[in-house]
Nanobody, 122 residues
Framework: HVQLVESGGGSVQAGGSLRLSCAAS????????MAWFRQAPGKEREGVAL????????WYADSLKGRFTISQDNAKNTLYLRMNSLKPEDTAMYYC????????????????WGQGTQVTVS
Protein backbone atom coordinates (compact mmCIF):
# COMPACT_ATOMS: atom_id res chain seq x y z
CA HIS A 1 0.00 0.00 0.00
CA VAL A 2 1.50 3.32 -1.12
CA GLN A 3 1.19 6.31 1.17
CA LEU A 4 2.16 9.92 0.54
CA VAL A 5 2.30 12.33 3.46
CA GLU A 6 2.78 16.05 2.88
CA SER A 7 4.13 18.48 5.45
CA GLY A 8 5.66 21.93 5.64
CA GLY A 9 2.65 24.07 4.94
CA GLY A 10 1.67 27.03 7.08
CA SER A 11 0.94 30.72 7.15
CA VAL A 12 3.51 33.14 5.79
CA GLN A 13 3.64 36.78 4.81
CA ALA A 14 3.93 37.79 1.18
CA GLY A 15 7.52 37.58 0.03
CA GLY A 16 8.30 34.74 2.39
CA SER A 17 9.35 31.17 1.68
CA LEU A 18 8.25 27.66 2.55
CA ARG A 19 9.51 24.19 1.74
CA LEU A 20 6.93 21.48 1.38
CA SER A 21 7.83 17.83 1.82
CA CYS A 22 6.10 14.69 0.62
CA ALA A 23 7.31 11.51 2.28
CA ALA A 24 6.52 8.30 0.44
CA SER A 25 6.23 4.84 1.93
CA UNK A 26 5.48 1.57 0.24
CA UNK A 27 7.31 2.36 -2.99
CA UNK A 28 10.41 4.08 -4.26
CA UNK A 29 10.10 7.50 -5.86
CA UNK A 30 13.00 6.99 -8.20
CA UNK A 31 11.11 5.37 -11.08
CA UNK A 32 7.94 7.46 -11.09
CA UNK A 33 6.70 10.82 -12.19
CA MET A 34 6.24 12.90 -9.04
CA ALA A 35 4.05 15.96 -8.99
CA TRP A 36 2.84 18.85 -6.92
CA PHE A 37 -0.65 20.22 -7.48
CA ARG A 38 -2.58 22.89 -5.66
CA GLN A 39 -6.21 23.77 -5.20
CA ALA A 40 -7.52 27.11 -4.05
CA PRO A 41 -11.07 27.48 -2.72
CA GLY A 42 -13.56 27.48 -5.56
CA LYS A 43 -10.93 26.62 -8.16
CA GLU A 44 -9.86 23.48 -9.95
CA ARG A 45 -6.78 21.57 -8.89
CA GLU A 46 -3.87 22.77 -11.00
CA GLY A 47 -0.42 21.46 -11.74
CA VAL A 48 2.41 23.25 -10.00
CA ALA A 49 5.53 21.23 -10.80
CA LEU A 50 6.53 17.79 -12.03
CA UNK A 51 9.75 15.82 -11.80
CA UNK A 52 10.97 12.67 -13.43
CA UNK A 53 14.22 12.32 -11.54
CA UNK A 54 15.53 9.26 -13.39
CA UNK A 55 15.82 11.32 -16.57
CA UNK A 56 16.45 14.67 -14.93
CA UNK A 57 13.29 16.25 -16.25
CA UNK A 58 11.20 18.94 -14.56
CA TRP A 59 8.20 21.03 -15.52
CA TYR A 60 6.70 24.13 -13.89
CA ALA A 61 3.53 26.06 -14.42
CA ASP A 62 4.47 29.21 -16.33
CA SER A 63 3.35 31.56 -13.56
CA LEU A 64 5.61 29.83 -11.05
CA LYS A 65 8.86 29.56 -12.95
CA GLY A 66 11.72 31.14 -11.06
CA ARG A 67 9.93 31.08 -7.71
CA PHE A 68 9.24 27.39 -7.11
CA THR A 69 11.72 24.50 -7.28
CA ILE A 70 10.82 20.83 -7.24
CA SER A 71 13.33 18.23 -6.12
CA GLN A 72 13.47 14.80 -4.60
CA ASP A 73 15.80 12.85 -2.37
CA ASN A 74 15.66 9.20 -3.33
CA ALA A 75 17.66 8.14 -0.29
CA LYS A 76 14.97 9.68 1.92
CA ASN A 77 12.17 8.79 -0.49
CA THR A 78 10.94 12.34 -0.19
CA LEU A 79 9.70 14.90 -2.68
CA TYR A 80 10.15 18.63 -2.01
CA LEU A 81 8.76 21.91 -3.25
CA ARG A 82 10.72 25.01 -2.38
CA MET A 83 8.54 28.12 -2.71
CA ASN A 84 10.11 31.57 -2.67
CA SER A 85 8.68 35.07 -3.05
CA LEU A 86 5.25 33.80 -2.06
CA LYS A 87 2.20 35.80 -3.09
CA PRO A 88 -1.35 35.82 -1.70
CA GLU A 89 -2.49 34.08 -4.89
CA ASP A 90 -0.30 31.10 -3.94
CA THR A 91 -2.71 30.39 -1.08
CA ALA A 92 -4.06 26.88 -1.61
CA MET A 93 -4.02 23.31 -0.44
CA TYR A 94 -0.93 21.68 -1.91
CA TYR A 95 -0.94 18.00 -2.81
CA CYS A 96 1.74 15.61 -3.98
CA UNK A 97 0.95 12.79 -6.36
CA UNK A 98 2.72 10.17 -8.42
CA UNK A 99 2.12 8.02 -11.44
CA UNK A 100 3.95 5.38 -13.42
CA UNK A 101 5.15 6.18 -16.89
CA UNK A 102 5.06 9.59 -18.49
CA UNK A 103 4.44 12.83 -16.63
CA UNK A 104 1.21 14.69 -17.30
CA UNK A 105 0.09 18.09 -16.12
CA UNK A 106 -3.53 17.08 -15.69
CA UNK A 107 -4.63 15.92 -12.25
CA UNK A 108 -6.91 13.39 -13.93
CA UNK A 109 -3.85 11.34 -14.88
CA UNK A 110 -2.89 10.71 -11.24
CA UNK A 111 -4.58 8.33 -8.85
CA UNK A 112 -2.07 8.30 -5.99
CA TRP A 113 -2.40 11.36 -3.76
CA GLY A 114 -1.38 12.64 -0.39
CA GLN A 115 -3.81 14.31 2.00
CA GLY A 116 -2.53 17.81 1.28
CA THR A 117 -0.90 20.60 3.25
CA GLN A 118 -2.35 24.10 3.52
CA VAL A 119 -0.34 27.14 2.47
CA THR A 120 -1.71 30.55 3.37
CA VAL A 121 0.01 33.74 2.21
CA SER A 122 -1.14 37.09 3.57
Amino acid sequence: HVQLVESGGGSVQAGGSLRLSCAASGHSLSDYCMAWFRQAPGKEREGVALIRADVGSTWYADSLKGRFTISQDNAKNTLYLRMNSLKPEDTAMYYCAFRSGLCYTSQAEYNNWGQGTQVTVS
